[in-house]
């Protein structure tokens, strides 16, 4: 079932929590609302949910126009953070909760509890009260209980913040797996990048209120639509280097730096003087030898990651990041030489901090 947001808009006493949101989810995806704290993405969800009223603007489920439709009657299953778990039930009766309020079949609610149940491998816990598990378990069990409901859309209000890491990882594998066996469109929310590159089909990136950029995962990182996109995904995020275009000479110049830059980039930039280079750390290559070409710079600090080392840099007055093997060493204020993927660069308009050479969609 697909779900439509159409010039919606909310407002708490003066301050416009979100902005003339229009978002089409599309029916079986899933997509991803992210953005920091206070962007308007848990008020989205919860105004789909009918935990709160739009202030304008039209919500549809399919076909039908909800707005006014109370929360009981929109055929969703929300999974919040606190999992919401009955303490004084079993795992089982948790479980089927929402088969018993609508009045299903003893033999029925049986069958489909074992079900999910097996399907989340918990089985062995629904003799269990939530005292009694993990918190990894009691995730698992809010979603059985969801997911018994055969709802029209799911809703997912940042169902792993509360698991460490390691169950956070293993958890979204999880989540990914299921949603692609129901089948069953879901919107997740939550302000953690990762979450949202590995699981979702589309990402709403939301700021302020306003939905900033809505794509798959991919083209949001390599294509942004502006420059707070581009640093929010990302660990670290993008590079960003201000300047000027000299479109005699070819080039990007600044205090601290001067590239010279391919046709198609001279292209789309035409028309701007003023503009923000953007490259991302791994975009950079870092040597600690003198290479034709490359520039200089000075290491501010080096950070060994496992499986690869950030090298922090001082470029003249700039400071960037740049992604290296494990195996790279250098000391601090040590000088290295580095060369940058011009090709892969992005431009952003220093005033608006709007993408320039975006690729349209």
């Known amino acids: 079932m697909d779900v439509r947001y159409d010039k919606v808009r909310k407002l708490f006493g003066g301050s416009t929590v979100v902005d003339q949101l229009d978002l089409l989810v599309e029916d079986g995806e899933l997509v991803v609302l992210l953005g920091p704290s206070g ?4 008020t989205t969800l919860r105004m789909l949910a009918g935990l709160e009223d739009a202030t304008s603007g039209d919500i549809f489920i399919g076909s039908e126009r909800v707005n006014d439709v109370p929360t009981r009657y929109r055929d969703i299953a929300m999974v919040f953070q606190n999992y919401a778990l009955y303490p004084h039930m079993t795992i089982a009766q948790n479980i089927a909760y929402p088969l018993r309020v609508r009045k299903i079949a003893r033999n029925e609610i049986d069958q489909r509890v074992s079900r999910v149940a097996e399907m989340l491998e918990i089985g062995r816990l629904l003799g269990r009260r939530p005292r009694e598990l993990s918190g ?4 698992r069990v809010a979603l059985a209980r969801a997911i018994i409901r055969e709802p029209r859309v799911y809703l997912m209000d940042e169902p792993l913040s509360n698991l460490d890491a390691k169950l956070r990882v293993q958890m979204r594998g999880e989540l990914k797996r299921l949603q692609h ?8 929310v939550t302000h953690d990048q990762a979450e949202a590159m590995t699981l979702a089909n589309r990402v709403a990136i939301m700021r302020n209120g306003k939905l900033q950029q809505f794509d798959t995962p991919m083209k949001i990182y390599n294509h942004p639509a502006n420059r707070f996109v581009a640093e929010f995904v990302g660990s670290p995020g993008m590079n960003f280097i201000d300047g000027r275009l000299d479109a005699a000479a070819r080039r990007f110049s600044s205090d601290a730096l001067s590239i010279r830059l391919e046709d198609s980039q001279l292209a789309n930039l035409n ?4 503009v923000t280079f953007g490259i991302r750390p791994e975009h950079i290559n870092v040597a600690t030898t003198e290479r034709e070409g490359g520039l200089p710079a000075n290491v501010y600090v080096t950070e060994l990651m496992g499986n690869e080392t950030f090298v922090f840099l001082r470029l003249g007055s700039e400071r960037i990041i740049a992604r290296a093997p494990a195996d790279f060493r250098a000391e601090i204020e040590s000088q290295v030489w580095i060369e940058i993927d011009v090709q892969k660069a992005r431009f952003f308009d220093s005033d608006t ?3 320039i050479n975006r690729v349209r969609t």
């Open 136 to 139: 990894g378990e009691r995730q």
């Open 39 to 42: 962007c308007g993405k848990t």
């Open 271 to 274: 028309g701007h003087e003023r």
């Open 353 to 355: 901090g709007e993408a």
């Open 181 to 188: 066996e129901l089948g069953t469109t879901t919107i997740y």
